[in-house]
């Protein structure tokens, strides 16, 4: 079994919840409410039936070294890492958006309270010359809507053409989630574009700091802004990027999951030639 998280619903729901704000509409905090009440309620029965189901299976692979602690907290179990490729990828068309600069920073992220976008709308209407393109949708959409300004463009869903040309031209991919894996600046690096993430989660294993990108380390509107101040007197190299990228390929996936699977079998009593 490849685990991408046990769920962080269940494991991690003060963080998948997130604060609420004084933007907060009425109805998005009744509904934050309602959801802390029905965790809480029904939190420790889940967690055991999890656990319980979890133990039965054969073997797991974790696709982080922070999905790996994740694993171990909460099922006690060891899981190899295997890291999965991106989706996406610089090779195939590409779409240009009307009426969007090449220039800008671009955050793809569903809009959940615990990708922090907020966090990073915010620093745009702070930092001079902070134009950002947002990806992605989700339940904070309007409240994110409420506090950005002109600097900020929300384009939704878009196709992978679209997003292939949004990451070809932008000058970083910016991020402050907590995540799992963080395919995001692996998808960008293949554009050769760098990234400025959370220091933490899965952008520890896929971002190679000063290299492809930098680290932030706090989800702030305040240290996403001295990130963004930092990375504008920082050179990069656009191979580099590219080389980093390449380390996280569908081939190199492949290698390494056959390579587990022939070290796994004989475990389980099957002789491999």
Same mark, same amino acid.
């Given at each position: 079994?490849?685990?991408y998280?046990?769920?962080?619903?269940?494991?991690?729901?003060?963080?998948?919840?997130?604060?609420?704000?004084?933007?907060?509409?009425?109805?998005?905090k009744l509904?934050?409410?309602?959801?802390?009440?029905?965790?809480?309620t029904?939190?420790?029965?889940?967690?055991?039936?999890d656990?319980?189901?979890?133990?039965?299976?054969?073997?797991?692979?974790?696709?982080?070294?922070a999905?790996a602690?994740?694993?171990?907290?909460?099922?006690?179990?060891?899981?190899?890492?295997?890291?999965?490729? =991106?989706?996406?990828?610089?090779?195939g068309?590409?779409r240009?958006?009307?009426?969007?600069e090449?220039?800008?920073?671009?955050? /793809?992220?569903?809009?959940l =309270?615990y990708?922090?976008v907020?966090?990073?709308?915010?620093?745009?209407?702070?930092? =001079?010359g902070?134009r950002?393109?947002v990806?992605g949708?989700g339940?904070?959409?309007?409240a994110l809507?409420?506090?950005?300004?002109?600097?900020?463009?929300?384009?939704?869903? /878009?196709?992978? =053409?679209?997003?292939?040309?949004?990451?070809?031209?932008?000058?970083?991919? /910016?991020?402050?989630s907590?995540?799992?894996?963080?395919?995001?600046?692996?998808?960008?690096?293949?554009?050769?574009?760098? #990234?400025?993430?959370?220091?933490?989660?899965?952008?520890?294993?896929?971002?190679?700091?000063?290299?492809?990108?930098?680290f932030?380390?706090r989800?702030?509107?305040?240290?996403?802004?001295r990130?963004?101040?930092?990375?504008d007197?920082?050179?990069? #190299?656009?191979?580099?990027?590219?080389?980093?990228?390449?380390r996280?390929?569908e081939?190199?996936?492949?290698?390494?999951?056959?390579?587990?699977?022939q070290?796994?079998?004989?475990?389980?009593? /099957?002789?491999?030639?």
């Amino acid at each position: 079994m490849l685990c991408y998280a046990p769920a962080r619903w269940l494991y991690q729901p003060d963080r998948y919840l997130g604060v609420a704000s004084s933007a907060d509409t009425n109805a998005e905090k009744l509904r934050r409410m309602a959801a802390a009440i029905a965790l809480r309620t029904m939190g420790p029965s889940l967690r055991r039936w999890d656990r319980q189901v979890a133990s039965g299976a054969d073997c797991y692979l974790a696709t982080s070294s922070a999905v790996a602690a994740m694993v171990r907290d909460a099922y006690g179990i060891e899981a190899p890492i295997l890291h999965p490729p =991106p989706a996406l990828t610089a090779g195939g068309t590409e779409r240009e958006v009307a009426g969007i600069e090449p220039g800008y920073l671009l955050c /793809v992220s569903r809009l959940l =309270p615990y990708k922090n976008v907020d966090k990073i709308v915010e620093a745009a209407t702070r930092h =001079p010359g902070f134009r950002l393109v947002v990806v992605g949708d989700g339940p904070e959409r309007q409240a994110l809507l409420r506090r950005a300004t002109s600097s900020t463009r929300f384009l939704g869903v /878009v196709d992978d =053409p679209t997003l292939r040309w949004l990451y070809r031209n932008c000058r970083a991919l /910016v991020a402050a989630s907590y995540e799992d894996y963080g395919l995001t600046p692996l998808e960008a690096a293949s554009f050769g574009r760098p #990234s400025i993430v959370l220091r933490a989660g899965g952008f520890l294993d896929t971002v190679d700091e000063g290299r492809t990108g930098l680290f932030f380390d706090r989800a702030t509107a305040e240290d996403v802004q001295r990130a963004v101040t930092e990375f504008d007197g920082c050179r990069w #190299s656009e191979e580099a990027i590219t080389r980093h990228a390449d380390r996280f390929s569908e081939e190199t996936f492949v290698a390494q999951l056959r390579r587990l699977v022939q070290e796994w079998l004989p475990s389980r009593g /099957v002789v491999t030639t």
